[in-house]
């Protein structure tokens, strides 16, 4: 088994990386000190395939075990779903020392992080991403938050994990089109920070759209790269924000198309090839590289522009309501080079409709 430290000043916890290991569970939290009563959140597509494992190994710690589901699907991850958690655990009377510990992809791990975040001022929970866009992004780094018919993750908070469980054995019954969408994650972390990771993308493409051994390392160099930004900066106040490479547009996407159209990772992959597009107007970036950033997305079977039937200004709109615009401005995470980016904002209207190909 791999371990990846997450260095936060008082609260630090560890991503545990292996293959068959949810078994193992139980015996690991045991240890924390936490109340005997404990909730799992799943949904039911993730639910039947792994929570009596893991039920089963947290009884076997001690635990009395409480399972909430909520729908699956983006549209779900939201305040009326979020009610429905906190109603379960008030009637089955979880306290201050009881913990969630979510089994799922993004939006399971979204809403029971903000769950736990909020339920009796704050708890402890636990992420056990069975996604790869969980596993290499969501489940890391504290980001908690539900969906606003205005916005997407417009309502959350920060609230680390105590630790994340991360078995890639589940991603053999994880839908292709998950699969690859979590890619885009991983493209991105190539861009911003390890040209190296990103050369390994490309060369070992059929290696990893067969699931072969080279994931372990996909994965885990995510979970460092992403563990390193967050170590810096918790709370999203600079260096951070480089990891929403891809997400002004693609957030904007999602939100304009009800979060129904396009998976997460689908909306940033158009994303970052629009964003690369934009750092090459602004003469960021050679075109030669704006192409294998192109050419590596679309390699992998990802989207790479938006549709023409899809409303452009619905999209604009849609950023100027974006959490990461301030006083208005927008700011986008532009790549300069392969493994390299700038935060950037002061970009003209024109330039964005432009790009849009909106009037």
């Known amino acids: 088994m791999e371990k990846v430290r997450v260095k936060l000043k008082e609260r630090s916890y560890d991503i545990y990386i292996g293959k068959d290991i949810l078994r193992n569970i139980g015996n690991t939290i045991k240890p924390l000190g ?51 958690i906190y109603n379960i655990l008030l009637k089955a009377k979880l306290d201050r020392k009881s913990a969630l510990i979510a089994i799922g992809g993004g939006v399971v791990g979204d809403i029971t992080g903000f769950a736990a975040s909020t339920y009796m001022r704050g708890i402890t929970y636990i992420q056990v991403p069975t996604t790869l866009l969980a596993q290499v992004d969501s489940s890391v780094g504290g980001k908690t938050g539900v969906n606003h018919r205005l916005g997407k993750n417009m309502i959350g908070t920060f609230w680390q994990p105590r630790l994340v469980w991360i078995d890639i054995a589940t991603l053999k019954t994880l839908p292709e089109r998950e699969f690859i969408a979590g890619l885009a994650e991983v493209i991105k972390y190539g861009v911003i920070s390890d040209r190296d990771l990103f050369d390994l993308l490309e060369e070992g493409l059929k290696k990893i759209l067969k699931h072969e051994r080279i994931m372990m390392h996909v994965i885990k160099r995510s979970c460092e790269i992403k563990a390193g930004i967050v170590s810096k900066d918790e709370r999203e106040s600079g260096l951070r924000s480089i990891l929403n490479y891809g997400h002004t547009i693609g957030h904007a996407l999602e939100t304009s198309t009800d979060y129904k159209r396009y998976l997460h990772g689908e909306a940033v992959a158009i994303g970052m090839c629009l964003e690369a597009e934009l750092a090459g107007r602004l003469n960021f970036i050679s075109n030669d590289k704006i192409h294998r950033i192109k050419s590596l997305i ?34 986008f995470i532009l790549p300069e080079d392969i493994g390299k980016v700038k935060i950037y904002k002061g970009i003209s209207d024109k330039i964005i409709k432009e790009l849009l190909k909106i009037g």
């Open 298 to 331: 679309e390699s992998y079977g990802l989207p790479s522009k938006i549709p023409e039937d899809i409303d452009k200004q619905h999209i604009l709109s849609s950023m100027e309501l974006d959490k990461k615009a301030i006083a208005g401005e927008l700011k």
């Open 34 to 84: 936490l109340s005997p009563r404990i909730a799992i959140v799943s949904n039911p597509t993730v639910y039947p395939l792994y929570g009596k494992v893991i039920a089963d190994s947290l009884k076997k710690g001690g635990f009395e075990v409480l399972i909430v589901t909520i729908p699956d699907g983006e549209e779900y991850k939201n305040l009326l779903w979020l009610e429905h």
